[in-house]
């Protein structure tokens, strides 16, 4: 959406992540922790998705999608690292939880290749107990649930007084929450309790950058788990 919302040409690659096409040493040489996306541009490689629009927002200035005030350039930064925050525990939690296709857990010999190349602690640990016997559990499905309704509803309450997330303006913080907001609700989870989410996400739906990188990638060729390396052309 960054890319598309600043008029960048760009190269996209796309890995199958439900055959373990990230799972390699060749992908792992660009991510070391093996998550999608990741930019690579003039020889430097950004693997964190909020640095990778943060660097695209301070290198391709126009449109801006930053604040230019301290704070709420601070407002933007606590969006994106709430976002990161929850990613884990929550929303990954969750999908792996509810989504049938992600319940197939990793077969014993796929484990050892992920654990073989994998070295943070963090998803190492997801992993061992997602591809367990009893996969994640209700009970974490339910917590994970509570923390996305805990969260969402902030964004509710901020939104019942702004259009976006920040101040008046579209930013990298809407950017950074409504593809979650449109995979969590695909992959079951109830947004009927947050109504000015739903608005918010309504509007931001009409946006041609979010046709192009989240409906067209949604509905195209590849699998909707596909995720994208970018590299924009200068």
């Not at 005030?69 to 999908?95: G, Q, R």
Request: with cysteine.
């Amino acid at each position: 959406m960054t890319l598309e919302e600043k008029g960048l040409q760009w190269i996209s690659h796309h890995l199958n992540t439900r055959t373990g096409e990230h799972i390699t040493p060749e992908y792992f040489g660009i991510n070391p922790n093996g998550l999608v996306p990741a930019l690579v541009h003039d020889g430097e490689v950004w693997i964190e998705s909020c640095d990778i629009i943060r660097y695209l927002d301070d290198l391709y200035p126009e449109p801006r999608l930053t604040p230019t005030d301290d704070k709420n350039t601070a407002k933007l930064t606590e969006w994106l690292n709430f976002a990161s925050t929850i990613h884990i525990t929550a929303v990954k939690t969750y999908i792996y939880a509810t989504r049938p296709s992600d319940r197939r857990r990793k077969t014993p010999d796929e484990l050892e290749r992920y654990c073989s190349l994998q070295t943070n602690e963090k998803l190492l640990a997801f992993h061992a107990r997602s591809s367990s016997e009893g996969g994640i559990s209700e009970a974490d499905r339910a917590r994970a649930a509570c923390l996305l309704h805990d969260a969402f509803a902030k964004l509710d309450t901020h939104l019942s007084q702004h259009r976006w997330l920040v101040a008046d303006d579209f930013t990298l913080a809407d950017i950074t929450w409504v593809p979650l907001h449109f995979t969590l609700e695909r992959a079951g989870f109830s947004f009927s309790q947050h109504e000015n989410v739903m608005t918010w996400a309504r509007v931001i739906a009409e946006r041609p950058s979010f046709q192009k990188a989240v409906v067209e990638w949604f509905e195209g060729p590849t699998e909707a788990e596909t995720r994208i390396i970018g590299r924009p052309s200068e």
